[in-house]
């Protein structure tokens, strides 16, 4: 999952930022209100972590435009103002969630959670189970047939992503839009190396593989005896 954060305070955007990708989600980081406009112009958001108080464009206006232009992407607004008034703006401007500094991030984190599982692509549980895979989504913790797999929050990222689209065919650069930060290179062959590391970690030596490549379109997670469309 990606997200982009916006704060214009370089030691809140760097413990933010850090925080989400410990958690192994994607994160892009913008300054301003100005910046935040053009990362979300050319990239899909899973969410936005939003800070009211920022230059060139404030966060109200921002998500005022977002929702103008017809974006559904989740937005949690952070603010250092308690007032009643200040989180009614912020909610009527179009944020899903309010939060106000300081916070603690496991609060934060369990906020965006929330809202991803609330979102564009919603999901029933924060636990998903798929053939001898049971992935624990808050804890980052996979199990195979019982036994616990340590994958680095990377291929975690890459096999949540999957696994929330099990069956459907998901395109490489959908992948890496969603798993990978704007860092990445189109021109790498980094999602193909990562679904190789998850195959060797994920699969039955014996059984066909769970990730199915699909030639010239891209990779499809499917159980064991189930048949791609």
Known sequence: MRILVV??????????????????????????GEAATELLARNDYDAVVLDVMLPRKDGLALCRDLRRGGAHVP????????????????????????????????????????????GRHPVAAE????????????????????????????????????????GEVVGRADIAEHVWDEHYDAFSNIVDVYVQKLRRKLDDPEAESLIRTRRGE????????GSPP
């Open 7 to 32: 704060e214009d305070q370089p030691d809140a955007a760097r413990f933010i930022a850090q925080g989400l990708r410990e958690a192994a989600y994607a994160v892009d980081v913008a300054a301003d």
């Open 75 to 118: 937005v949690l607004m952070l603010t250092a103002r308690d007032a009643v008034e200040a989180r009614i703006a912020g909610l009527d401007a179009g944020a899903d969630d309010y939060l106000i500094k300081p916070f603690d991030f496991r609060e934060l984190l369990a906020r965006v959670r929330a809202l991803i599982r609330r």
């Open 127 to 166: 636990r998903i189970r798929i053939a001898h895979l049971d992935i624990d989504v808050p804890g980052r913790r996979v199990w195979r047939r019982g036994v616990e797999v340590h994958l680095t929050a990377r291929e975690f990222a890459l096999l949540e992503y999957l696994a929330r689209r099990a």
């Open 218 to 225: 891209g990779y499809q997670l499917v159980p064991p005896g």
